[in-house]
């Protein structure tokens, strides 16, 4: 199969944020607009602090301009993708 129609991979994003109402629905908010709601999506606590782990569909830009902007939600420590996707 020529490298051009070789199937995307999936993302897989690893999220560190406070424990806030207000970054859970920005975070959705973001994945609807932006149409790449996961397949699979964790969510651990511990104290204050919950990481959220997702595997989002396949994206042409695999998940760069996403990141940015989960980055920039106020509350979110660490915005990270993931070496393989679950």
Do not use: C, W, Y
Not at 12 to 21: G, N
């Amino acid at each position: 199969m020529p490298l051009a129609d070789a199937p995307l991979p999936a993302t897989a994003i690893e999220i560190e944020a406070d424990v806030d109402l207000g970054v859970t629905s920005r975070l959705l908010d973001l994945l609807v607009t932006h149409d790449r709601f996961p397949r699979r999506m964790d969510l651990a606590r511990d104290g204050r602090t919950m990481t959220v782990t997702m595997s989002l569909p396949p994206a042409a830009d695999n998940g760069g301009r996403l990141l940015a902007k989960m980055r920039q939600i106020p509350g979110v420590r660490r915005a990270d993708a993931l070496a393989d996707a679950p």
